[in-house]
């Protein structure tokens, strides 16, 4: 049995993962989350965590909002501390600008899980498009659904979201970066 280890800077992506990973992972792969209290902690800690990992067949996965950082800068970053933790083949996601993107990218999901019913034709508004470029995505989807609360949210909107069609460029290279880790094309 294999173990893909997330490593999370807040429990709502714990949440999305856990209803999104079973349209992905075979039985014989194990999703296992460490989730940190923030990005902070997140790049303070990750190092000791990664180091301290003891499973050998262990792959890892870190995943992490852009905020108002440079995506690149960011990944970057974590990709080395992942290089001087000895584990190189870590792979690194960035959520541009936030985990919500995910979600503004498949309004389908939302409105089938917390509603309302009509926002799913919304999609094709130039807004919605490309949700990435929305620096204050959670904003939009509280604009949307006002009872939107990010783990609960989570929680409902992640086995429903579409791996094969969602607006969001990082939600797609979070679901192709999953697949090829596991040896699944996509």
């Keep these: 049995m294999k173990q893909l280890v997330f490593f999370l800077e807040e429990p709502s992506a714990r949440e999305m993962l856990k209803g ?29 965590r990664l180091k301290a990992w003891l499973y050998p067949d262990a792959q890892f996965i870190v995943l992490r909002d852009q905020d108002s950082g440079d995506c690149l800068v960011i990944k970057q970053n974590l990709l080395q501390k992942c290089i001087d933790s000895g584990k190189p083949d870590a792979m690194v996601r960035v959520a ?3 985990l919500e993107s995910f979600y503004l990218g498949d309004l389908k999901a939302v409105s089938m899980a917390i509603g309302p019913e009509n926002i799913g034709k919304l999609q094709n508004k130039t807004k919605f498009r490309d949700p990435d470029k929305l620096a204050n995505a ?40 999953i697949q090829k880790l596991i040896g699944k094309s996509a």
């Excluded at 990973?21 to 075979?26: A, D, G, K």
């Excluded at 460029?169 to 679901?175: H, R």
């Design 20 to 48: 999104l990973l079973p349209q992905i992972l075979p039985a014989d792969v194990t999703p296992v989350f460490v989730v940190f209290e923030g990005k902070q902690d997140l790049e303070k800690r990750l190092p000791m």
């Design 96 to 98: 541009c600008h936030e």
């Design 138 to 177: 959670s904003e939009e989807l509280k604009k949307l659904v006002p009872k939107y609360q990010k783990v609960a949210g989570s929680r409902a909107i992640g086995p429903l979201l579409d791996i094969n069609n969602n607006q969001s460029k990082s939600f797609n290279a979070l679901i192709t970066g």
